[in-house]
């Protein structure tokens, strides 16, 4: 088991920056592939971006590729998540998770994470 910690939300203006940091502990970060999913108001979960546990090969979700950017410290067992020219319909909780994927198919499915974080809001004002 690993504990996940979300942090680095809040409300920033449409076309602004946020980075968000996920701190992990109680197990080898390493041994994990870490990914962020956010969940906007009042609709489903969905897949943001991962990052493989060897390697540090970034996937992104197609839409979102070009504003998005993924990476990992493993000194100090944290993984980030850069959101670039934020949109309000970014407004969402943002999850960390760690899991266990090989490929982009699999690490942009929910069901490959078993450990997840409280999440970290973001809200994007238009």
């Known amino acids: 088991q690993v504990q996940l910690v979300e942090s680095g939300g809040g409300l920033v203006q449409a076309g602004g920056s946020l980075s968000l940091s996920c701190a992990a502990s109680?197990?080898?970060?390493?041994?994990?592939?870490m990914g962020w999913f956010r969940q906007p108001p009042g609709k489903e979960r969905e897949f943001v971006a991962a990052?493989?546990?060897?390697?540090?090969?970034?996937y992104y979700a197609e839409s979102k590729e070009a504003r998005i950017s993924i990476s990992k410290d493993s000194a100090k067992n944290t993984v980030y998540l850069q959101l670039n020219n934020l949109k309000p319909e970014d407004t969402a909780v943002y999850y960390c998770?760690?899991?266990?994927?090989?490929?982009?198919?699999?690490?942009?499915?929910?069901?490959?994470?078993?450990?997840w974080g409280q999440g970290a809001q973001v809200t994007v004002s238009s």
């Open positions: 990052i493989s546990r060897f390697g540090g090969t970034p």
């Open positions: 998770a760690a899991g266990f994927c090989g490929n982009v198919y699999r690490c942009r499915d929910s069901g490959a994470y078993g450990n």
């Open positions: 109680g197990s080898t970060f390493s041994a994990y592939s």
